[in-house]
């Protein structure tokens, strides 16, 4: 059985036969990548009996022998396989043991026969074939080079200080195993070679711009002719097409995400050598005759420039942020503390375009962020201090359905779980995927918040207060994982109450009352800056001398001089910033975002026993109320005096509980997603959309409740003969009137949850909303031809459900609300008479206070929204 030696990178490692080796990204292969082109389990080598053979494993990117992309590669010495581009990408070479013979014309010829030729078993194998040189052995090999650490998943043993972190394989000489891997750029340019685009670094691909090309696809499919791997990119997303006169055009392909030129949304456009064109987290620039890739991989520069924020307080101005600027290191862990009402959440909203601070800038790698807000917001993860997710779902279900909100229409599910898989393992919640959320630790539910940023795999992660309310046992290991974010090649900027952990943080900011910088530097000199022995001391001292002039302190120090410095001296725009910023594109279509928003609400309501059990006893009950009320004529005419007062408390009692079952659905649904819709507004989700899938599955439960209310109370009543529209079925047109009302009282439940700010307030206001329906019916005392009463009466729901109802008894006639003296005839309320035109009035009435309660709602819920995404 004969070995195979794999070179990559100058280094050699032999192969045995009697095992496999595994490729991919994921920590624990044998052969780890850090390249984002492959796959977490891309391929494995072994050796089959009869030949070495590599098999992909359905990577994304693709393994390519010869140019060509193929699942099953046969493996010689001389062989050449690309892993994830077959011009560029992670390249494995195979020769033979130095030992054994093998064929200088497979080792130099055509690496396409070499790749792709089939072995028969039994036949003499090629390395037998011709005696062999002596393969050198490279210098890598004598001395080894210090390598760059690998991916390593979080409760791998960390690296101790002194000691080399190149990983090896033990037993076998010459073994690697590979750091980060990007697509070979030569250092010194060759004549005719365009120099790499200025600002941006050493480029991850590079394409030559032949003679004749006159059209370049970019896109996440393997037919394109750059392919990104990348699923913020849809499968066909932009075209460079060159014109007749020699310029290019960047092209649009009705992508999800859109494109970028320079920062700014674009549908067509000309494209010159210093344009940026961004496509997901790549970039390319034209340069000379080639077109450059650079990735976004993590390894980015952040700063804040004399951020300031005011607001309008008792006729002036109060300053919640007071120009701070500081610069925040790639790949590290900041923490930022202060006493209350220092700024720290200001900060945050600012820092991450949520509310743009009035002056100052905020730089994501030198570019503005609140002008390019529709391109970077992909970079940027957000945690908000309440959970993100809906709890009653598991973990797996609760990242698909927001990956489905995420990622372009176009992305496949089994992309999508794969993308689910990696971010489970390496935040360790792969063994937690089927509990659901409400089951696991503070510390366990706050990586699962951490969990869904992380899908879309942002270089900047902003957290707030993530340790609030947990033990100091979570508290240190939520800030454990946030030092592995970090670690992995992530800026981490966490706000928090809690000092324990500082030691793991690289950089700390103190925020001093009045919202300005009292210092900004290593965590381990902060007290010693102050001079004090605690942080308690520290934050006692701030409210002790508010008059203290902490900024000016900072700035006088050398820890100013040495962090800050150089930032403050960078000029800010001095004009108050005008908040114009593009809203960003949603990466999917109206009717997905609805189907998947529907999808999961209903998988929210199905995981709650409880909510269905009530949402079916409260009708039962309340229709069951109604006909403990004796009568001797039902809710017809009494014969000989023609009247029923009764039918008329009857219908008030039906039209209380329609409004009090269909409004306590839905009082509380949008202020309990308060934060999961801020987040997920600000990556694109639809107002509208996310509003009708509440409208849709709500009505569908007040349309049942009011249905079965209808059914229980007029069941047992006896009705008249005939109804005015459906003739043989008056219960029928009366239960329409009713279900009506339910979803109005429905819809006023969601106007009430939008208007509120917490919780609490919502049952005071259930309540006192029932109770103004129950007056207003009209069937308690007189509203009609009472001036301004009677027009208030038009906007409570209650009063046009009764009066649909009462159309088909004739309940003006049978039972009218103002007591006379026979034989004068009583004052008719127009709004119960006896015919269908009435009948139909009141549907129609109910129906447009439904509509424009959903109109008013979608008001109400852009307060609760980035400031961005306002305009949407």
């Known amino acids: ?97 130095a030992a054994a013979p093998a064929a200088p014309a497979e080792a130099a010829g055509s690496i396409h026969e070499a790749t792709t030729r089939r072995v028969t078993p039994g036949a003499p194998q090629p390395w037998a074939a011709q005696p062999q040189p002596p393969v050198q052995q490279p210098a890598a090999q004598q001395a080894p080079a210090q390598q760059p650490p690998v991916q390593q998943r979080w409760d791998a043993p960390t690296p101790q200080p002194g000691f080399p972190q190149q990983q090896s394989f033990p037993g076998e ?117 080639q077109l450059q890739e650079f990735v976004d991989t993590g390894a980015v520069t952040f700063s804040a420039h004399h951020l300031t924020v005011e607001v309008d307080h008792k006729g002036g101005k109060k300053v919640l942020l007071n120009d701070v600027s500081f610069s925040v290191p790639e790949k590290s862990l900041v923490a930022v503390i202060g006493p209350s009402g220092s700024g720290k959440s200001t900060l945050l909203r600012a820092l991450t375009g949520y509310r743009p601070a009035d002056r100052g800038e905020v730089r994501y790698d030198g570019r503005n962020l609140y002008k390019q807000f529709a391109e970077l917001r992909s970079r940027i993860g957000l945690v908000p201090q309440s959970e993100i997710l809906h709890k009653e779902l598991t973990v797996r279900s609760g990242l698909k359905y927001a990956a489905r909100l995420r990622f372009p229409g176009d992305t496949e599910p089994a992309e999508r779980e794969r993308r689910i898989d990696e971010v489970l393992y390496e935040l360790r919640l792969d063994k937690r995927a089927d509990n659901r959320i409400t089951a696991l630790s503070g510390g366990q539910q ?78 381990a000199e902060a007290l010693h800056f102050f001079g004090y022995e605690t942080w308690a001391d520290v934050f006692q001292a701030f409210e002790n001398y508010p008059d203290h002039d902490w900024a000016g302190r900072y700035r006088g120090s050398v820890h100013y001089q040495e962090y800050s410095a150089n ?81 008329r408390m009857i219908l008030l009692v039906v039209a209380f509980g329609a409004c009090l079952s269909g409004s306590a659905n839905s009082v509380r649904e949008l202020i309990k997603e308060r934060a999961i819709y801020e987040r997920e507004r600000a990556t694109g989700l639809s107002r509208s959309a996310y509003l009708m899938s509440k409208i849709i599955v709500l009505g569908a439960i007040s349309f049942v409740q009011g249905g079965l209310i209808s059914a229980i109370a007029f069941k047992v009543r006896t009705l008249p003969a005939e109804g005015l529209i459906f003739t043989h079925s008056p219960a029928l047109e009366m239960s329409i009137g009713v279900i009506l009302l339910s979803f109005t009282s429905m819809m006023f439940g969601l106007a009430i949850s939008s208007l509120v700010k917490t919780a609490e307030k919502t049952m005071p206001l259930l309540v006192m909303f029932a109770i103004v329906q129950m007056v207003m019916t009209g069937a308690i005392f007189q509203l009609f031809d009472k001036p301004g009463l009677e027009q208030l009466a038009w906007l409570m729901p209650a009063r046009w459900g009764v009066a649909a109802s009462g159309n088909t008894l004739d309940l003006a006639h049978i039972s009218p609300v103002v007591a006379v003296r026979p034989p004068e005839q009583p004052p008719i309320d127009p709004l119960w008479d006896h015919s269908a035109g009435h009948m139909i009035l009141n549907w129609i009435a109910l129906i447009v206070l439904s509509t424009g309660l959903a109109f008013a709602i979608q008001r109400f819920q852009k307060r609760h929204e980035p400031d961005v995404m306002q305009k949407g």
């Not at 290991?477 to 992995?488: I, K, N, P, S, Y």
């Not at 706000?495 to 950089?507: G, K, Y």
Request: proline share 8%; aromatic share 6%.
């Open 446 to 523: 706050k990586r699962v918040s951490v969990a869904l940023e992380l899908l879309t795999k942002p270089s900047l992660i902003f957290l707030d207060e993530p340790t609030s309310g947990l033990d100091p046992g979570m508290d240190r290991e939520v800030m454990q994982t946030l030092r592995g974010l970090a670690d992995d090649g992530r800026t981490v900027l966490v706000v928090t109450h809690s000092v324990a952990e500082l030691a793991l943080c690289d950089r700390l900011l103190v925020m001093a009352p009045g919202g300005s910088v009292a210092y900004f530097g290593p965590p």
């Open 1 to 97: 059985m004969p070995q195979l030696v794999l070179e990559l990178n100058g280094q050699r490692r032999v192969l045995e036969p009697g095992r496999s080796y595994t490729i991919g990204r994921d920590p624990n292969s044998d052969l780890t990548f850090d390249d984002a082109r492959v796959s977490w389990r891309h391929a494995t080598i072994s050796f089959t009996g009869a030949a070495w053979q590599l098999d992909d494993h359905g990577s994304t990117n693709g393994t390519f022998a010869g140019g060509t992309r193929t699942l099953h590669v046969q493996l010689f010495p001389g062989s050449v396989v690309n892993l994830g581009n077959p011009e560029n990408g992670p390249r494995l070479s195979f020769s033979a043991p």
């Open 173 to 289: 000489p010459g073994e690697f195993r590979t750091g980060p891997q990007h697509a070979p750029v030569p250092q010194q340019a060759h004549p005719g070679q365009a120099a790499p685009a200025p600002g941006l670094g050493n480029p991850t691909m590079v394409r030559s711009l032949t003679a004749g090309m006159r059209t370049i696809r970019i896109g996440r499919a393997l037919d394109n002719d750059i392919v990104v791997s990348d699923l913020q990119v849809s499968r066909h997303h932009a075209e460079l097409r060159q014109l007749a006169d020699g310029r290019w055009e960047i092209v649009d392909l009705g992508s999800h995400n859109g494109i970028f030129l320079n920062g700014q949304p674009v549908q067509r456009q000309l494209m010159g050598p210093q344009d940026r064109l961004t496509v997901g987290h790549s970039s390319f620039v034209l340069v000379g005759d």
């Open 567 to 647: 930032v403050d001296a960078v000029a800010a725009q001095s004009a108050p910033n005008v908040h114009t910023q593009v809203r960003p594109p949603k990466p999917q279509s109206w009717g997905s975002q609805l189907w998947t928003l529907i999808r999961r609400y209903l998988a929210v309501i199905a995981s709650d026993k409880g909510f269905i059990a009530l949402s079916l006893l409260l009708p039962l009950v309340l229709g069951g109320v109604s006909t403990v009320i004796p009568d001797k004529c039902g809710l017809a005419a009494c014969a000989g005096s023609g009247r029923n007062d009764v039918a």
